[in-house]
């Protein structure tokens, strides 16, 4: 079972890519949602992680997305070496994350 607080971090990194992808807002703003969008991502993969591993202790999100991070570089760091690495598979990688 997620916390609670899952949906809150799924939809507001969302809202951050959305707006990071629109062209309404300036490239300031484009460049600080992408990066609450690349937070929340991490969260989300290291959710994941903690469901795969079935790990008991609740643990909080800070946690979390350090262990995202990790899993972002274990799957990023063989397929950059590889140059399988695209821009559009990392819009694909941060976009999985917040599901």
């Known amino acids: 079972m997620s916390p609670p607080g899952f949906g809150l971090v799924g939809a507001l990194g969302a809202l951050s ?3 990071a992808w629109s062209g309404w807002l300036c ?3 484009q460049s600080m949602a992408w990066g ?3 937070v929340c991502s991490c969260v989300g993969w290291g959710r994941l992680l903690h469901r795969v591993l079935r790990i008991r202790p609740t643990v909080d999100v ?5 262990w995202g ?3 972002t570089l274990a ?3 063989p397929l ?3 140059r399988l690495f695209t821009p559009a598979f990392g819009h694909l990688w941060v976009g999985a ?3």
């Open 69 to 71: 991070i990790s899993v």
């Open 36 to 38: 609450v969008a690349l």
């Open 97 to 99: 994350g917040l599901v």
């Open 62 to 66: 800070g946690l979390e997305s350090v």
């Open 80 to 82: 950059v070496a590889l």
């Open 27 to 29: 490239t300031f703003d």
């Open 75 to 77: 799957v990023g760091g």
């Open 17 to 19: 890519a959305l707006a």
